[in-house]
């Protein structure tokens, strides 16, 4: 019997989603990274938004809106403005290629494997972000899930009579002991478009 082809499922599902439902991505990727832009200046200012703290050291004072151009359109970025200082989101705006890939790839895989804290922590730290609290990290990964969760459960409002599903078997092993069996699936209707639909997963036996 021949051996299933061995993937990194979250490139894959990151490739297929950006391709297949570039709506969906960008919007996952827009309250990403303002979730993190908002995190990120709370720790420069020392306190979070709208929370007395001693340790604060100024106060937010709206936002700069500016374009980022990403692999999936266009995303309205929202840098927060200071009363005293700057900001400036060098992680982003700097390393905008290396953060772009960071965020599709662990979007995709929240979406695959589902939100959690620990991988929203993650992905902070590998775009070089040290200064947030488990509290922020904790509240992003829940808007998140928000979102992945809306889409999830969404209606298929042209789905037709029938609906094709087309699925890519994937191996990957998500701990040293429990393998899994993930397929990401676009469906088209009689007819009508192609949409990304969601992963089943299943344990192997």
């Excluded at 900001?87 to 290629?97: I, S």
């Excluded at 953060?99 to 939100?115: F, K, N, Q, S």
């Excluded at 972000?129 to 409002?157: T, Y």
Aim: glycine fraction near 6%; aromatic fraction near 4%; charge should be positive.
């Amino acid at each position: 019997m021949t051996a299933p082809h061995i993937v990194d499922p979250a490139r894959l599902l990151g490739e297929a989603l950006a391709d297949s439902s570039p709506d969906l991505m960008r919007s996952l990727l827009q309250t990403m990274i303002n979730a993190l832009l908002s995190a990120d200046a709370d720790a420069v200012v020392g306190a979070e938004w709208g929370q007395p703290s001693p340790d604060r050291v100024t106060q937010r004072n709206g936002y700069r809106h500016r374009d980022l151009d990403t692999r999936v359109g266009t995303i309205d970025v929202q840098i927060p403005k200071l009363r005293q200082g700057t900001y400036f989101p060098e992680w982003l705006l700097e390393r905008r290629k290396r953060a772009e890939t960071a965020l599709i790839t662990v979007v995709a895989d929240c979406y695959l494997a589902g939100v959690s804290t620990r991988r929203m922590d993650k992905l902070v730290k590998t775009l070089g972000i040290h200064s947030l609290s488990k509290s922020q990290v904790s509240r992003m990964a829940a808007d998140l899930d928000e979102h992945v969760d809306q889409f999830r459960h969404r209606p298929l409002g042209d789905a037709g009579p029938f609906t094709f599903v087309a699925a890519v078997r994937t191996t990957w092993t998500a701990s040293s002991t429990t393998p899994s069996r993930q397929s990401p699936a676009a469906g088209r209707s009689t007819g009508g478009p192609v949409g990304n639909l969601t992963c089943v997963r299943r344990q192997n036996a």
